[in-house]
Nanobody, 120 residues
């Protein structure tokens, strides 16, 4: 059974930091691309950061580049998102995503999300 569980969200003041964690089970974690998406109220879900299976290729959206850092530990089946210099526009539900694709298969798994609220 696939399980993806996020944690670490909460309320933080502008300029503060949070670290989100995602722990996964039920699939071959180290072969999956892992990503953090976010969805603000009234907006579509958007990619914040993504890391390939080996942890060697990382991409950030322009809105978080230079402030967020994604990392993964394939031995522990975890992927983290360190968020610094948070601002009110970062307020959203943050989702962990696991994706694998080859010529025969596409797997796409989501966690339930964790709320991040940035407010004075």
């Amino acid at each position: 059974q696939v399980q993806i569980v996020e944690s670490g969200g909460g309320l933080v003041q502008p300029g503060g930091s949070l670290r989100l964690s995602c722990v996964a089970s039920g699939f071959f974690f180290k072969t999956y691309r892992m990503s953090w998406y976010r969805q603000a109220p009234g907006k579509e879900r958007e990619l914040a950061a993504t890391i390939n299976s080996a942890g060697t290729i990382i991409h950030y959206s322009d809105s978080v580049k230079g402030r967020f850092t994604i990392s993964r530990d394939n031995a522990k089946n975890t992927v983290d998102l360190q968020m610094n210099s948070l601002n009110v526009e970062d307020t959203a539900v943050y989702y962990c995503n696991a994706r694998y694709s080859d010529s025969a298969t596409v797997d796409n798994y989501w966690g339930q999300g964790t709320q991040v609220t940035v407010s004075p």
